[in-house]
């Protein structure tokens, strides 16, 4: 059976998360798993309410789902990278609606990552429709640290702009996955 290395993209608003993936998945031969939200969000004709939040929770596990079967399909044995997780929905949801769906903190524990790369922000911030909050990156930065604290989930704080994101990234994954 092959062993698909998984490595999820968090952190906040704006700190090139969607970047990092697709480079990351170049350099490593692997395949990034696009953010669901972006694409569902776009096709709302109404702001987002929770119940969005649950549906991109359940559309972004699904891509993920395809996205890893695809790679075990695969003669190598790929590092799929995933742009985003479970953890900025539960955040988002909580912080919009002060609850979050219990089958979302269901599938957080359950679906697994061999590393979390938690973007800082220290990147300018980039205006964009389905950004909200730029006052608050450092909050979120803070809170989505605190999470991965909290589960015990291995991760590693990604810096630097341009190339150096990227090599720091890749610095981090060339121990984990030889």
Not at 94 to 102: A, I, M, R, S, W
Not at 105 to 116: G, M, S, V
């Amino acid at each position: 059976m092959r062993i698909i290395k998984k490595v999820a993209i968090t952190g906040p608003e704006s700190t090139g998360k969607s970047r990092l993936c697709r480079d990351l998945a170049l350099h490593f031969n692997g395949f990034c798993v696009p953010e669901f939200a972006r694409a569902y969000i776009d096709r709302l004709s109404r702001p987002y309410t929770q119940e969005d939040i649950s549906a991109i929770a359940k559309g972004q596990l699904i891509l993920e789902q395809k996205v890893v079967a695809q790679a075990g399909r695969m003669a190598r044995s790929p590092v799929v990278f995933c742009d985003t997780e479970l953890i900025v929905t539960k955040v988002w949801s909580l912080h919009k609606y002060g609850k979050c769906d219990p089958w979302i903190l269901k599938q957080i524990l359950n679906n697994h990552y061999d590393l979390y790369l938690l973007c800082d922000v220290d990147l300018p911030w980039e205006p964009d429709p389905q950004r909200e909050h730029p006052e608050l990156r450092t909050h979120f930065f803070d809170w989505y640290k605190r999470e991965l604290d909290q589960y015990k989930f291995p991760y590693r704080v990604v810096k630097g702009d341009g190339k150096h994101r990227i090599w720091n990234a890749i610095s981090f994954i060339e121990p984990v996955f030889p």
